[in-house]
């Protein structure tokens, strides 16, 4: 497989939001194919952390969060609830984001532990969690009119639903996604890729790193010129990826 090695067109800064606390199932591995597809296309890639407690970086280009346990997610809801106000601020104004598992339930209004503790999120997005006694686990195929099919891993026992503010990211055709009673997986809001599906999602789901580079170049640099990408080695594992039992 070869790929075009362009001339730089600029650096794309990728902020991922509490490694320390909110990384678990592959969820780094989103941070790996967002710089790897950058050069790709022709970008330098500048990673950035941030963990609670640090000065939050709002000079940056796309925003990426994982999953965590209930615990982690304790751990950083003081520092969350801190910066809620500048990310609230590059959402609106179109940054990219993706985000995972626990840090999609705290990018909405709340969530509520299966033992009742509510832990308050930041309202970027219009859907609440609650914990359920059932475990949705196991792989997931679900269609999109914006990415295609999606192919990811779920493993979580909050059952989040969605308001009107915001729409499915897709339509589940294997597994549960957002909650065991509809068939909708994810949410999406402005720029932003809410999903339950670790595993992790964008090595499988090449579409979406491509939207998330493509809207931070356009507002970065008003524009995005893709590279010369060769996804064969990509479409051979979501071929496998479908192929594999729930």
């Known amino acids: 497989m070869t790929h075009d090695a362009p001339t730089s067109k600029g650096t794309i800064r990728i902020l991922q939001l509490y490694p ?11 941070v790996l194919v967002l710089k790897q597809r950058l050069a790709w296309h022709g970008y330098e890639a500048e990673v950035l952390e941030h963990n609670a407690g640090d000065a939050f970086q709002e000079d940056v280009d796309i925003l ?4 965590g346990q209930d615990s982690g997610q304790v751990v950083i809801q003081e520092d ?14 179109g940054a990219p984001m993706l985000v995972i598992c626990g840090l999609y339930q705290l990018f909405g209004k709340f969530f509520k532990t299966h033992d009742g503790m509510l832990i308050p ?19 997931v195929v679900a269609n999109s009119e914006e990415f295609g099919e999606i192919h990811g891993y779920e ?12 729409r499915p990211l897709a339509t589940v055709t294997k597994g549960e996604g957002n909650n065991s009673s509809e068939d909708h997986e994810g949410a999406r809001y402005r720029n932003i890729v809410a999903s339950y599906l670790h595993g992790s999602l964008l090595p499988k789901n ?19 010129e893709p590279g010369n990408l060769d996804d064969s080695l990509a479409e051979l594992a979501r071929k496998h990826a479908g192929a594999r039992p729930r």
């Open 64 to 67: 990426i969060g994982g999953g």
């Open 20 to 30: 320390r606390d909110m990384n678990i199932y592959g969820d780094w591995g989103n």
């Open 80 to 93: 969350l609830q801190a910066n809620a106000a500048r990310l609230r601020r590059l959402a609106e104004d």
């Open 206 to 224: 090449p579409a979406i790193a491509d939207f998330l580079i493509r809207e931070a170049a356009i507002r970065k640099y008003g524009s995005f």
């Open 121 to 139: 999120g930041i309202g970027i997005l219009d859907i609440e969690t609650h914990g359920g006694s059932e475990r949705l686990i196991g792989n």
């Open 155 to 166: 493993n979580h026992s909050g059952q989040t639903y969605l308001g009107p503010g915001v």
